[in-house]
């Protein structure tokens, strides 16, 4: 029986949290109560991986009422995560991947740098056995069309952004090869929307802010568009633009880092199941005890009954395959990760590159001054914000991180 939800004190809407609030930031909790505290908000669900984030909490799901709060959302748009199982097993791995890991870093641009020229969807070869194209990359030419719809001043940054789908990004960004307890093989990565997300996100923050309605906030970092009025409108479409982007980014990265282990793995002949691709900083419009209302979830994956999710640790930690079970409570909702419980400037403070490479053991990855902040002591413990969900999803493979890319 789990011991969670439990109910965060001093909030004027009803927020229920899987998580205690002694082991919480006070920045954190303080944050939640301004949301719960906003006259458009319904209820608010607080996930095991909670921390402070851009005016909303990271780990939060927000349910209002004719509104949004840009900053509920983030800005990595439709930052998320996708995986595919693989054929082959511990047993066909080299001792020593680097190589592996050299390949995947050619062949997927990481930071920021970009691809010379956009990816030729057409070329790109499907990840399952049998499917014809990623229903994800289908429809190409729509989603590109819609570009010249995008509010603010983006119409010169078009080609930029063709050029950046498919690439991974930096911070807490990866790509990983990994195990399960089988000792199968699994491809993960975890991507957003790159800078086209962040600069829609601002854009449509800086215009919230502005708004009469938005003056009185304790927060104006949670500024809202309501329902009904030309600027909710114009965010809407941009943001759902941006998840697309978002979505169609991953399933290219996937496919190019598939095609990477095809050819690497040649003799073994490799196949590949479907992929899993699921958003962590996301809108939808869902129902809740009966009224319609705009969730939010920021840092948190959807967990309705059957949805499969990934939720990774941090570099060398593993990940969990989840499975979920429905739990209205949460408002269908999981947590998207291990969460940080220290900032990237306190871990650059705390840890040095010998506690890298110790935390790091047996992880083909980057080891150097660029990544000390991703260590990860940085980060909550994984299984533990695992077993503070228990009624919110099941385990369906744990996974062992053998090779991480980093940007």
Not at 83 to 106: F, K, W
Not at 294 to 312: C, E, F, M, W
Request: charged share 20%.
């Amino acid at each position: 029986m789990s011991a969670f939800p439990v109910a965060l004190t001093g909030a004027k809407a009803p927020t229920l949290m899987w998580a205690h609030e002694h082991d919480v930031e006070q920045a954190a909790l303080q944050q939640l109560r301004n949301i719960a505290a906003l006259p458009w908000v319904e209820g608010v669900r607080v996930m095991p991986d909670v921390h402070l984030g851009k005016g909303a909490t990271v780990g939060s799901v927000i349910a209002m009422r004719d509104a949004v709060s840009p900053n509920a959302v983030g800005v990595d748009i439709g930052c998320g995560m996708i995986g595919v199982r693989t054929s082959l097993t511990a047993a066909d791995l080299p001792d020593d991947l680097r190589g592996l890991r050299t390949a995947i870093e050619r062949a997927v641009p990481v930071g920021f740098n970009a691809h010379a020229e956009p990816v030729n969807l057409t070329r790109l070869r499907p990840v399952a056995a049998g499917a014809k194209t990623s229903e994800t990359l289908r429809g190409s030419d729509d989603f590109w069309a819609r570009f010249g719809g995008l509010h603010g001043r983006v119409a010169d940054l078009e080609r930029k952004v063709r050029r950046q789908l498919g690439t991974l990004g930096g911070g807490n960004h990866f790509i990983e090869l990994c195990t399960d307890d089988a000792g199968r093989v699994w491809l993960q990565l975890h991507s957003g929307s790159r800078n086209i997300g962040k600069t829609l996100a601002e854009q449509h923050v800086a215009v919230a802010k502005r708004l009469d309605h938005n003056q009185g906030l304790v927060d104006r970092d949670l500024a809202v568009f309501l329902a009904g009025t030309p600027e909710m409108d114009a965010y809407l479409n941009d943001l759902h633009w941006a998840q697309e982007y978002a979505a169609r980014s991953r399933a290219v990265m996937m496919s190019l880092v598939v095609d990477v282990v095809r050819t690497f793995f040649a003799a073994a002949g490799p196949v590949f199941d479907e992929a899993v691709n699921v958003h962590h900083n996301h809108v939808a419009h869902e129902t809740v005890d009966g009224t319609d209302l705009v969730v939010t979830r920021k840092g948190a994956i959807r967990a309705g009954s059957g949805d499969l999710g990934l939720i990774p640790g941090s570099m060398g930690t593993g990940s969990y395959v989840v499975r979920g079970l429905g739990n209205p409570a949460s408002y269908w909702s999981a947590s998207h990760g291990a969460g940080r419980r220290m900032s990237r400037n306190a871990a650059k403070r705390t840890f040095t590159l010998d506690d890298l490479a110790a935390q790091t053991a047996g992880v083909e990855c980057r080891k150097d001054g660029g990544v000390l902040d991703e260590i990860p002591g940085a980060y909550k413990d994984l299984d533990a914000v695992i077993a503070a969900q228990s009624d919110l999803v099941e385990v369906v493979a744990r996974l062992t991180t053998l090779l991480c890319v980093k940007g």
